[in-house]
T-cell receptor, first 108, second 113 residues
Framework: RKEVEQDPGPFNVPEGATVAFNCTYS??????FFWYRQDCRKEPKLLMS???SGNEDGRFTAQLNRASQYISLLIRDSKLSDSATYLC?????????FGTGTQLKVEL | NAGVTQTPKFQVLKTGQSMTLQCAQD?????MYWYRQDPGMGLRLIYY???????DKGEVPNGYNVSRLNKREFSLRLESAAPSQTSVYFC????????????FGDGTRLSIL
């Protein structure tokens, strides 16, 4: 079993839709959690950190469920510009482990 | 504000050739990382350096060596390139430990024929 798992998608959604991704992790000692956005052939860029109490940044909401060992990302009112691959990362000590990413395609 | 700079951006090698990928950060970060990214495999950690003077193996270290030249620079060397090492390589850095998000360079696209 991979340490961090994501549904690769693609998720094809119409503009304005709400879409949610999950990311499961197997290391119960993980201490930090992040969502990154990666555009085609570009480097991953931090979208948001994920805090225990959940956190929101504009149209994006991230949540952590330690009991079930997953994090989630909710995107409301999807824009064409949200089309990208979303990577989750979990960390502890000096390292982060990443999932393979979920591809989102927002369509007209 | 350069952040994390990787050179070269693109490289084509023949099997058996050697080369060094360079990474430098100007954020005074302590920890630096080298990943490779392949289709369907996500980001896999090759080596990392938690602080100047230390290096540790990651998930896929075979065929690679690293040098933490100073606090700013962390290089990745392929001694004898193989087609299986064709990939996109990303360098990343963070100020402290794994509790902080990583900042990535824009990658080196390496093809080995």
């Amino acid at each position: 079993r991979k340490e961090v798992e994501q549904d690769p998608g693609p998720f094809n959604v119409p503009e304005g839709a709400t879409v949610a991704f999950n990311c499961t992790y197997s290391n119960s000692a993980s201490q930090s959690f992040f969502w990154y956005r990666q555009d085609c052939r570009k480097e991953p860029k931090l979208l948001m950190s994920v805090y225990s109490s959940g956190n929101e940044d504009g149209r994006f909401t991230a949540q952590l469920n330690r009991a079930s060992q997953y994090i989630s990302l909710l995107i409301r009112d999807s824009k064409l510009s949200d089309s990208a691959t979303y990577l989750c990362g979990t960390g502890g000590g000096n390292k982060l482990t990443f999932g393979t990413g979920t591809q989102l395609k927002v369509e007209l | 504000n350069a952040g994390v700079t990787q050179t070269p951006k693109f490289q084509v090698l023949k099997t058996g050739q050697s080369m060094t990928l360079q990474c430098a950060q100007d954020m005074n970060h302590n920890s630096m990382y080298w990943y490779r990214q392949d289709p369907g495999m996500g980001l896999r950690l090759i080596y990392y350096s938690a602080s100047e003077g230390t290096t540790d193996k990651g998930e896929v270290p075979n065929g690679y060596n690293v040098s933490r030249l100073n606090k700013r620079e962390f290089s990745l060397r392929l001694e004898s390139a193989a087609p299986s090492q064709t990939s996109v390589y990303f360098c990343a850095s963070i100020e402290g430990g794994g509790a902080q998000p990583q900042h990535f360079g824009d990658g080196t696209r390496l093809s080995i024929l």
